[in-house]
C-alpha cells in the first residue's frame, strides 16, 4: 500500500471560528434553491412546497469574507446570492426537525455567487445546473459565529449592499423550509457529518455584479462577509 502522494494534496478548506483560536474543518457544501417566495417570484418560478431541493459546490476553491475574486470564467451574468449559512458539528442521519438544533456547530454569512447566463442554459436544456453553481470562488464564507451565541434566528436581517447601495435585504424569518427542518430532510438523504455547510438560500434582490464592485452581505449577530470583484483572469 502506497503511503505518499504523488503530488502535494490541496489543502484542507475551514473556517474561522468567533470567540475560538481553532479552524472550522469544511467537508461538504449543500446549497437550498428557491428557499424565499420572493426570490422565486423573481426568477419566474413557485417555491416547491413538497419538499426543498439541494445543488453542491465544491470546497476547493471556497473563498473567504475580504477576498477579491477575479470576475467568474465563462460568464457574463455573474450574480451575488446572499444567505445563511448552517455549520453542522455533529453527525445527524434521519433526525427529526426537534432534533436539529443538537447538530448546529454555528452560523455564517454566505454568498452563493452564481453564473446566471450558465445557470439559465442548463435549466432551458434540462441540464445539471453545475456549471451555473459550482465554480472557483463560487462560495465565499465569512466566519463562523457558535450556535450558542445565536440562540434563536427569530427577527434576524438578511441583508447585502453592493458598493454600498442595499440589493438583498429581507428576514429570516421569510425562509420557507427552516434551518430544522432541511437539516432533518437533507439527513435523510445524507449521512450530514461535522464539517457540513448548508447554504440555506437566498432572498429577492438578487443581480449582477461587475468588476470593482464590493460587496457587503450581513445577517444580525454574525460576522459579516465581504467580497471584491477583481478583474477577470
Ligand atoms: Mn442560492
Known amino acids: 500500500m502506497a503511503s505518499e502522494y504523488l503530488f502535494p494534496p490541496q489543502p484542507q478548506a475551514a473556517l474561522a471560528v468567533v470567540g475560538e483560536d481553532r479552524l472550522f474543518p469544511v467537508a461538504r457544501i449543500f446549497c437550498v434553491g428557491r428557499n424565499y417566495v420572493e426570490h422565486a417570484k423573481e426568477m419566474g418560478n413557485e417555491v416547491d412546497r413538497e419538499a426543498p431541493f439541494y445543488f453542491l459546490k465544491p470546497t476547493i476553491g471556497m473563498?473567504?469574507?475580504g477576498a477579491t475574486a477575479p470576475y467568474a470564467l465563462?460568464?457574463?451574468d455573474l450574480h451575488h446570492e446572499m444567505e445563511l449559512?448552517?455549520?453542522?458539528?455533529?453527525?445527524?442521519?434521519?433526525?427529526?426537525?426537534?432534533?436539529a438544533q443538537s447538530v448546529v456547530y454555528g452560523y455564517a454569512c454566505g454568498l452563493d455567487m452564481t453564473r446566471r447566463d450558465l445557470q439559465q442554459d442548463g435549466k432551458d436544456k434540462r441540464r445539471p445546473w453545475d456549471f451555473g453553481k459550482a465554480f472557483e470562488n463560487g462560495a465565499v464564507l465569512g466566519p463562523i459565529t457558535p450556535a450558542a451565541s445565536v440562540p434563536s434566528l427569530d427577527g434576524r436581517s438578511i441583508a447585502l449592499k453592493v458598493n454600498g447601495v442595499p440589493r438583498q435585504s429581507a428576514l429570516l424569518d421569510d425562509l420557507v423550509w427552516k434551518v430544522d427542518e432541511l437539516i432533518s430532510h437533507l439527513s435523510r438523504y445524507y449521512h450530514l457529518m461535522p464539517g457540513d455547510l448548508i447554504f440555506t438560500g437566498t432572498p429577492a434582490g438578487v443581480g449582477p455584479v461587475v468588476v470593482g464592485d464590493v460587496l457587503e452581505g450581513a445577517i444580525d449577530g454574525l460576522e459579516p462577509v465581504k467580497l471584491t470583484i477583481g478583474p477577470a483572469e
Open 63 to 65: 473563498a473567504h469574507s
Open 74 to 76: 465563462g460568464t457574463r
Open 85 to 99: 449559512v448552517v455549520a453542522i458539528g455533529e453527525p445527524a442521519f434521519r433526525i427529526g426537525a426537534e432534533q
